[in-house]
């Protein structure tokens, strides 16, 4: 576990100030002295500087930036690799990976949040209202890094396959020798809970933008969590979460209309893309940090872009009725003809903003998704006909068609065509112990049933080759 057990990340290797208009620009941090057992955050100016160096990891093209969206669909049957590509995401798009060899690289950099999060977390001085509101941030930041990586390297908790195999967890000072084993799924949810419920204080409630964590960024992935844990009490929990983000956050989180999703997808100012109603996190992007040509998620999905190869199926295509909304974020024009069938671009991130050579901050959750999360939570509390009303309801509103017979095929289908490169599909498949089929554009692994080793990704090998106290994921240790 490289980023725990050997690289905590100390305040020296940071290189962040604040900026109330740009979160990331990079300025020389003067080398802080990291002592072993002790957190080096021993001011509130330094406590900042270690917030930004989380937000940072965050929105890292390895993590939140960029890949962790494309895996969400491309480890599903929402996107392909094109057959006109220049080698990006080819493994992932095979599911071929092993455990020294792939496209994932989220595990150290998720590892990074948790080592900037403990940094702050830890220190112990006095507790201003910016102290507080820096530190739920942090928990949320530990929290949402943990969550994550119980969801791509532990099996689904209501598959109840591997329960001894959570994740390592780690929440003190800086331990250059310290090694640390895998808790148990159950320990691993309750220290993510612990987190995020500690996210949400009055200090936190409006944040400075969307590209920082609030208290309604703490009960959205909440909601998230109860959905995906599923044990007794959950799912109401689930919803009560979900509903709240609806009902009662603050006046700059509002659903969006129909009318506005072309704006507030297309747009190329960020007066207009960012910052929006519905968003509830975003990635904080700009000139001074920005993957761009190499790594910005854009470029993948945008014809024009410098590696244009991510294309969504045909098959998701034809879900759609000819009159939904949606279908004006989806494009066949200049797609490659080499696909069979051909796929279609997907007009969601801009490549440029505000007339410069950056990409519009990256949206994360958005509040529409809170709607979808409180109905499937209904389908297990028993209120399946209801969430019916209200799923078809929303439906009608995108213009698209109504469902009937199964509740829960029909959230997810609905799902689908809603947030698709948005990086949501793998997470509600592996989520409601459901496989992976790819009718078409597939050559190889095209049916990953829910309890293929497939849908639980291998610890790196670099991780397992540093801590001898690393168990590997079955089926990968080879």
Known sequence: MKKITILLLSLSSLMMVSCDNDLLNEFPVDGEIVTPGESPVVSEAIMEKALNGMYMSLGHQDAFGSNISIFGDLLSENVFVSETN?????????????????DFAQWNRLYDVVSSSNDILNSSIAESSEVKKFKAQAHIGRGLAYFYLMNFYAANPTSKRNPELGIPIYTGNFDPNGKYGRETIAKSYEQIISDLEKGITVENNIPKSKAYFSSSVAKFIL?????TRGEQGDYQKAYNYANEVITSSPANYKL????????????????????Q??????????TANNPQVNAAIAVFYQKGGAHASLLVRKELYNL??????????LSSVGAPTNDDPTGL???????????AQFTGDVKIFRMTEALFIKWEA?????QSAQALNELNAFAVERGGSTYTGDVLTAILTEKRKEFVGEGTRFFDLKRNNLGIVKNTNCFGNCDTPADNRRMVLPIPQSSMNLNPKMVQNPGWNN
Not at 256 to 275: G, P, Q, R, V, W
Not at 345 to 355: A, R
């Open 86 to 102: 220049d080698g990006y995401f080819r493994t992932t798009n095979g599911m071929s990976w092993t455990s020294s060899g792939g």
């Open 223 to 227: 909601s998230k969590v109860y959905l």
């Open 256 to 275: 969006i209309e129909k009318k506005d999703l072309k704006s507030y997808f297309t747009a190329s100012t960020s007066d207009l893309y960012e910052n």
């Open 277 to 286: 109603p519905e968003t509830i996190w975003e990635v904080a992007m700009s």
């Open 320 to 329: 759609y009725a000819p009159t939904d909304a949606r279908l004006e974020l």
């Open 345 to 355: 671009w997907l007009n969601k991130y801009p490549l440029k903003m505000d007339g």
């Open 378 to 382: 209904m389908t297990h509390l028993g």
